[in-house]
């Protein structure tokens, strides 16, 4: 039966020095009797070993930390980078961008202004009734009035002449 | 992946070691070869490791593993093809 990946991982904490007190015992235990944990351990054991070998063998004619960076940097230089990050837009294509995001702007401003209507003056309407030819009604509802004219002589209790009523 | 049993670079020059394990690392991706770099040669614990290449301790758990998994494989090709 293979190991499973949390078993593998735990044998190279163990290697490492980074499992818990509590787990190292244990770990030792399994390795002790069986094979196949200590021939993988022996495998990554040996890898390490390898690799501490060969640091030992460079003469480094910097300092540590200069050699390792410029080994990062040649990594780096070798990985391919993402396109967008290696083109930037041209001066003429930034302009456009500006234009197109203004002119959308204040077209949304335009539209809002039609929306509500003429600065200024509120909404109004008039009309004259069908039924009743001599009354005629305006209406303004940015002040919420409504006035009535009657253009001909009402009842004698109410007015002699023409008449104004005023609903608010 | 069988266990790779003999060392492979038992009784090398340091200098063909040097240049086995050079050779062995360039043909590691990218995330494996920075881990056996920070893990091995920089000696950063595992949670270090993780800070600095921004993922978890179990990821670099795992790169590590297989990063040195695949070298002791390279090693054992090289040693072959001598």
């Not at chain 1, 078993?7 to 190292?24: I, N, R, V, Y």
């Not at chain 1, 009309?127 to 030819?133: H, I, Q």
Request: charged share 30%; hydrophobic share 45%.
């Amino acid at each position: 039966m293979e190991m499973d990946i949390e078993s593998q991982l735990k044998l190279q904490a163990f290697l490492d020095g980074e499992l818990p007190e509590s787990d190292t015992r244990e770990v030792a235990n399994w390795v002790a009797r069986d094979k196949e944990a200590t021939a993988l351990l022996g495998e990554l054991r040996n890898t390490r070993q390898a690799l501490a070998g060969a640091e030992g063998v460079m003469t480094l004619p910097e300092s540590r930390e200069f050699f390792w960076s410029k080994v990062r940097r040649d990594i780096e230089r070798q990985e391919p980078r993402p396109v967008a990050e290696a083109r930037k837009p041209s001066l003429l294509v930034q302009w456009r961008r500006l234009l197109v995001s203004a002119g959308a702007a204040a077209g949304v401003i335009l539209v809002a202004l039609l929306a509500v209507g003429p600065l200024g003056a509120g909404p109004s309407e008039s009309e004259s009734s069908m039924a009743d030819p001599g009354a005629f009604t305006y209406r303004d509802y940015k002040a919420q009035a409504t006035l009535v004219w009657l253009s001909y002589p009402a009842e004698k209790e109410i007015a002699d002449g023409d008449a104004a009523d005023i609903l608010q | 992946m069988p266990v790779v049993t003999v060392n492979p670079t038992a009784g090398l020059e340091r200098a063909e070691l040097r240049q086995r394990i050079d050779k062995a690392l360039s043909q590691l991706s990218y995330e494996h070869r920075t881990v056996i770099v920070l893990h091995e040669f920089e000696e950063m614990e595992y949670k270090e490791i993780a800070k600095t290449m921004g993922c978890s301790i179990g990821t670099v758990m795992s790169r590590l593993f297989y990063a040195r998994r695949k070298m002791a494989v390279l090693l054992a090709d090289l040693k072959k093809s001598e």
